[in-house]
Structure formats: structure tokens, C-alpha cells
């Protein structure tokens, strides 16, 4: 297997997947046995946004590994605060460094960044858009909790519209079962209808709820989420929709007794200290699980053996037709990237950095 870059985790086929999962089992059971498999190679981890649990357990993975670690994680310390572009730093770290993940505000700034890599790079968080990795570690703990990723009924709670790990989650969950999908959002902060259309299409049940009471007694798997502050065009957007749902242990009590409740984290009010107690509360371990897939995906990744694949080139006479309307997507603050698109299913044309409908 060859994995050349990780932008959405849809770009892994199922038996890709199931290779990570395996391997990140064996890590998990058997960690010596791995940890100089990375002699001799670097990664790169570019930070433009904060991170905790995604950076240092990408650090810790490659220090388990055997290989050893470059980056910021403030680029106010590197030459971005000079002006450099997304471009020009990606070429260079990328002949630094073996392997890379980029976390950064703007939807879509991974695939950019890959465009004018020379070694495989991971996307770490873009935006609102995409977050593969922490997909890979949801997956895993359901996995290894409920032994399959299908004939569930989940629950996302908090802010659908915002949270990439919600967007991938669920892209990833379409791909790999047939699930019954309670949204529980504001309608402010409900998920964009071309991913419930997505899920609909494929034979998934979804209902769209407001609350948490209206359905906690029929999950198997309660996803909750933090509102996502930074995205919001202003705090007081942000304190309308903050505080709604807070999952405590009276709520608890109506919930299923093997009910699975995961979280990305950082958790800030939507999760009641007391829940922690509570053996169906899996967040931590889940965070856990980060280390194992995230080691996996280093070594497929990296074994892979590629050099100098800068995609660029593909697109040297791409024409620059227009820019994307999404304010939030890269191709509007790094002006010389091409204007890539797709067609959708649907017919629409599709901005390939951030997915949004052009026309
Ligand atoms: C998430 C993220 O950055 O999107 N955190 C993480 O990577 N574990 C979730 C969040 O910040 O709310």
C-alpha cells in the first residue's frame, strides 16, 4: 500500500483503512516490536492553528517509532509572520522533512500545501472542513468497542455546521457501514445538507433533532462536540449558541448501558466532570487510541518510499478562472494556487479545496 498524501479520509479505500486499523492494533498489542521503524527519518509538524492531542500525539507517534520530530506550532515564530506563503514554506520543509502534517485555519490549506510537496503529508485540520486523523481514531474505538462500524444508531451533539470531525466522521462512517444518524443541533449549527444528502443517498436513516433528551435512550454511540468559538464571525454569535447542550449524569440515566461516548476534545462545558466516572464515557481512551492509528499511518505512509512528488506540475497551465466563494477556503488568501473543481453527483460544480457548491 502506498498512501502518497491524507487530505480527507476518503481518499483511503476500505482495505486501506482495515490495513491501518490492523497495524495499529499490533502496535498497540506488540509496541517494541516497532519502535525503530522510523530510524533516521524526520517529520514536520506545521501548526498555523492550536493544537494539543493531534500535534503531540503525532510527535509522540513518530518518537515511538524511532524518528525524530521538526516544526512550530505558532507560526509567529517561523517565516510565515515574515509573509511567506503556504507555498514556499511547503517546498522547502518538504525537502527537510520525510514526512509532514499541517494544521491550519483555512479550508482546503492541506490539499494546497500537498500540491507542492515532496514527501506525503497529512492533513491535521483544515478549517472547519476536514480532520482524517482524528476520523482514524473515532474509528478505531468504535471498532475495538463495538467490533463493527455498522448498524448503529449515533448521535452527534453541539456544532455540526463547524466541526471537521464531525464532516469526516460521518463522510467515513457512509463509506464503511450503514448507520441511523441522530443530528442534534441549533438549526444555526446544524451539518451542511450536502453531507446528510450524502448519507440519505446511501441508505442511511437520518433525523435532524434540537435536543438531547428527544433521543440519548435510543445510541449505541454519542458523539459530542465543542461549539466551534473560532469560526464564528463574532463572540456574540458565539455566547447564542454556546451552553446548549451539556451532557450530565441525570441525562445519563436515560442512555442506553453500553452506550459509547466519545468526544474529539478539548471538551469546554458540553461534558459534566461527573460523566468522567461513568465506564460508558470513552473520550480518554479514545484520545489514547490517537497514538496507535497515527503510528500506523506514519509507517504506511512512509514506507511508502516516495520522492519528489510535488503535484504541481499537473497543473502549471491550469487556468485561474475565478476564486471560490467560501470567504473561509485557501484559494482566498493564496492567490497563485490553480482553481481546482469537480463535478458533484448532483451536477453542481464543486470547489476541490473546500467542497462548496460553485454553481
Ligand atoms: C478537534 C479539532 O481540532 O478539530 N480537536 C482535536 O483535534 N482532537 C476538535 C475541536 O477542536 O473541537
Same mark, same amino acid.
Given at each position: ?30 509496541? *517494541? ?26 510527535? =509522540? ?15 509567529? $515564530? ?16 518538504? =525537502? ?26 497529512? $492533513? ?29 444508531? @449515533?448521535?452527534?451533539?453541539? *456544532? ?36 446528510? &444528502? ?6 442511511? &436513516? @437520518? ?6 433528551? &428527544? ?59 461527573? @460523566? *468522567? ?33 510535488? *503535484? ?8 485561474? @478562472? ?11 488568501? &493564496? ?25
Amino acid at each position: 500500500m502506498s498512501i502518497h498524501h491524507l487530505i480527507d479520509f476518503n481518499d483511503l479505500t476500505t482495505e486501506e483503512w482495515n490495513g491501518i486499523s490492523a497495524l495499529a492494533a499490533d502496535i498497540k498489542s506488540n509496541p *517494541d516490536k516497532y519502535s525503530d521503524r522510523c530510524k533516521g527519518k524526520i517529520l514536520a509538524t506545521l501548526f498555523y492553528e492550536p493544537s494539543t492531542r493531534t500535534m503531540l500525539s503525532f510527535q =509522540s507517534a513518530m518518537i515511538r517509532l524511532g524518528g525524530e520530530i521538526i516544526g512550530f506550532d505558532n507560526p509567529g $515564530n517561523s517565516s510565515v509572520s515574515k509573509g511567506e506563503n503556504l507555498k514556499d514554506t511547503i517546498t522547502i520543509i518538504s =525537502s527537510y522533512a520525510d514526512i509532514i502534517t499541517i494544521r491550519h485555519p483555512k479550508e482546503g490549506a492541506a490539499l494546497a500545501a500537498s500540491l507542492y510537496s515532496r514527501c506525503p503529508l497529512i $492533513n491535521a485540520g483544515d478549517g472547519g472542513h476536514f480532520h482524517p486523523t482524528q476520523t482514524l481514531t473515532d474509528l478505531f474505538t468504535i471498532e475495538h468497542t463495538k467490533g463493527t462500524l455498522s448498524g448503529h444508531t @449515533v448521535g452527534l451533539c453541539g *456544532d455540526l455546521k463547524n466541526g471537521r470531525t464531525v464532516h469526516s466522521l460521518l463522510r467515513a462512517l457512509n463509506k464503511l457501514g450503514k448507520n441511523t444518524f441522530y443530528l442534534i443541533s441549533t438549526p444555526s449549527l446544524s451539518l451542511q445538507p450536502r453531507i446528510t &444528502e450524502l448519507l440519505r443517498a446511501n441508505g442511511n &436513516e @437520518v433525523y435532524e433533532v434540537t435536543s438531547l433528551e &428527544e433521543c440519548i435512550d435510543k445510541l449505541d454511540i454519542l458523539y459530542m462536540t465543542r461549539i466551534q468559538r473560532e469560526r464564528f464571525d463574532s463572540e456574540e454569535h458565539y455566547r447564542e449558541q454556546s451552553g446548549r447542550y451539556i451532557l450530565d449524569a441525570k441525562k445519563m440515566e436515560s442512555a442506553k448501558k453500553d452506550m459509547m461516548i466519545l468526544h474529539p476534545l478539548p471538551r469546554v462545558d458540553e461534558i459534566k466532570e461527573e @460523566v *468522567d466516572y461513568d465506564p460508558r464515557a470513552l473520550y480518554f481512551k479514545q484520545a489514547q487510541n490517537g497514538i496507535y492509528v497515527r503510528m500506523a499511518l506514519i509507517l504506511k505512509m512512509i514506507t511508502s518510499g516516495t520522492n519528489d512528488l510535488t *503535484d504541481i506540475e499537473k497543473y502549471r497551465e491550469y487556468p485561474k @478562472v475565478r476564486s471560490c466563494p467560501n470567504k473561509a477556503c485557501i484559494t482566498n488568501t &493564496e492567490k497563485y494556487l490553480p482553481f481546482l473543481t469537480y463535478r458533484t453527483s448532483d451536477g453542481h460544480t464543486a470547489c476541490k479545496f473546500c467542497d462548496s457548491e460553485i454553481d
